[in-house]
């Protein structure tokens, strides 16, 4: 019994250790190297070009897998990097879908020059002297988003000079020509690059409803080896959307200061910012002005990386019917209905008609005549349709609920009025069969009255014959 409870718990482990190693595996990530060409002179910029490469992640300089060793025969051996995030920011399973799985993380690649800040709030991260050694390396910037879109990092690496190196089979060689090339092509030199600075987001795509509070994500971590995490930091928030843009929150971390802006109701937790690098923005109260693209830099003296996230407030219509109440109606009688849609965003907004009879079923009455979209002072819209009921076409009965539907992409809205219609056309067989008995009823009452009369004027004629004689 103690064995089996020991190898019961030795399974339980094991067990445990794989779920904890296939969980917290590093990907590989095909990615487009992207940088520019050589300007044609004239201040022109020139094209870009596009290649693949190939990055291994991994949590340390020990973690180098064979894997990592072998070049796709479709990837230039060049374009093949190792990044080391001892945070492990890219080892998250959006960036590691199952194997087989169709949809892939995305990412892209570009050569980065570290250079001091153009902005004056954030200039003092440069101030001091820093080692020209660290920053003369080959910096990449490297923009990675998870599946579905959901988590969004973005990287600066510094592989320094002398990091790549060579698999072995360069050492053998052959002495024939062509026997020493096959061995040649499986050169494969890869970079070492170690993550300085991270950014990342879980609300790449977020949505809230008017008036309510509203937060988008961002952390970031600085690589604390570098010399250049211990200089401080700043970060800053802005807003765009159409070519509008804004500032609307910035944080010297050196000074402890924020920058002017006029944007009210923003905050960041100060605290958390510098504990763990949380430099998440909320807005305490959403509104219209506030959908758009978010855009949040953290800054280290000669570096800097972004994620950009998008915010949509959403906020569905509220209906109401004119007349309320709709006025009893008489068959044959048209009838005119408005429906209106206010304060509802973003565009567009589809609204309809039904009609909902006294035996519960509904059925169409089309869209009517919609207006166009009115905009309020607060940036939402509203939008009304109406409806002409001809009684005398549509079969109603006696009536039921008239409903205005309103389609919109916070939810669809419903609102109703009762009907009644009066002098209806087409009466049951019921009611029929009551029109024949009370015909019938009054027929034979007609007939007894008509007989009376009769009787009683034959009688009066022989008293008076009888009187004369």
């Known amino acids: 019994m103690t064995n089996f409870s020991t190898i019961y718990k030795l399974s339980l482990v094991a067990v445990t250790c794989l779920v904890h190693a296939c969980s917290s595996s590093c990907p590989v990530m095909e990615c487009w190297f992207v940088q520019e060409k050589a300007g044609r002179g004239g201040g022109l910029a020139g094209a870009t070009t596009q290649e693949k490469t190939l990055i291994?992640?991994?949590?340390?300089?020990?973690?180098?897998?064979?894997?990592?060793?072998?070049?796709?025969?479709?990837?230039?051996?060049?374009?093949?990097?190792?990044?080391?995030?001892?945070?492990?920011?890219?080892?998250?399973?959006?960036?590691?879908?199952?194997?087989?799985?169709?949809?892939?993380?995305?990412?892209?690649v570009n050569p980065f020059v570290p250079q001091p800040s153009s902005l004056k709030w954030?200039?003092?991260?440069?101030?001091?002297?820093?080692?020209?050694?660290?920053?003369e390396a080959e910096w990449f910037s490297a923009s990675f988003h998870g599946l579905n879109q959901r988590l969004g990092v973005s990287t600066i690496s510094r592989a320094p000079t002398g990091s790549k190196e060579h698999d072995g089979a360069a050492h053998f060689r052959a002495p024939s020509l062509n026997v020493e090339r096959r061995f040649v092509s499986e050169l494969f030199w890869w970079s070492f690059s170690s993550v300085v600075l991270s950014v990342s987001s879980r609300t790449?795509?977020?949505?809230?409803?008017?008036?309510?509070?509203?937060?988008?994500?961002?952390?970031?971590?600085?690589?604390?080896?570098?010399?250049?995490?211990?200089?401080?930091?700043?970060?800053?928030?802005?807003?765009?959307?159409?070519?509008?843009?804004?500032?609307?929150?910035?944080?010297?971390?050196t000074s402890d200061r924020l920058a002017d802006t006029l944007e009210e109701g923003a905050t960041m937790d100060f605290e958390a910012l510098h504990q763990r690098g949380n430099a998440s923005?909320?807005?305490?109260?959403?509104?219209?002005?506030?959908?758009?693209?978010?855009?949040?830099?953290?800054?280290?003296?000669?570096?800097?990386?972004?994620?950009?996230?998008?915010?949509?407030?959403?906020?569905?219509?509220?209906?109401?019917?004119h007349p309320s109440p709709l006025p009893l109606t008489v068959t044959g009688q048209t009838l005119s209905v408005q429906c209106e849609a206010s304060g509802f965003s973003p565009l567009p907004l589809e609204l309809s008609w039904e009609f909902k009879g006294s035996d519960g079923k509904s059925r169409p009455l089309g869209t009517g005549s919609v207006s166009g979209h009115r905009q309020a002072w607060?940036?939402?819209?509203?939008?009304?349709?109406?409806?002409?009921?001809?009684?005398?076409?549509?079969?109603?009965?006696?009536?039921?609920?008239?409903?205005?539907?309103?389609?919109?992409?916070?939810g669809t809205r419903r609102a109703s009025a009762t009907l009644n219609v009066i002098g209806f056309s087409g009466p049951s067989i019921e009611d029929s069969m009551a029109m024949v008995g009370v015909a019938l009823v009054l027929y034979g009452f007609i007939k007894f009255i008509s007989w009376t009369f009769t009787s009683s004027g034959s009688n009066t004629a022989e008293n008076q014959e009888k009187k004369e004689k």
């Open 204 to 253: 790449m795509s977020a949505q809230a409803r008017l008036g309510e509070p509203v937060t988008l994500d961002c952390g970031f971590r600085a690589d604390p080896s570098s010399p250049l995490s211990s200089s401080g930091f700043a970060v800053e928030w802005r807003y765009q959307f159409r070519g509008d843009g804004r500032l609307v929150l910035a944080y010297d971390g």
């Open 122 to 135: 954030v200039a003092s991260l440069t101030e001091s002297a820093l080692s020209p050694i660290y920053l």
């Open 56 to 108: 291994h992640i991994r949590k340390d300089t020990q973690s180098q897998s064979a894997e990592s060793r072998r070049a796709p025969a479709d990837i230039n051996p060049e374009r093949v990097y190792t990044f080391t995030d001892p945070a492990a920011t890219l080892c998250q399973p959006a960036f590691n879908p199952p194997r087989g799985s169709v949809e892939k993380p995305q990412c892209e």
């Open 281 to 321: 923005l909320t807005l305490q109260e959403a509104k219209v002005r506030h959908s758009g693209m978010y855009i949040c830099t953290v800054y280290l003296p000669y570096l800097l990386a972004q994620v950009v996230m998008e915010l949509e407030i959403v906020e569905p219509p509220s209906l109401s019917i």
């Open 378 to 410: 607060d940036g939402t819209f509203t939008q009304s349709t109406r409806l002409q009921l001809d009684t005398s076409k549509l079969d109603l009965g006696t009536g039921g609920e008239v409903v205005c539907v309103a389609v919109h992409p916070g």
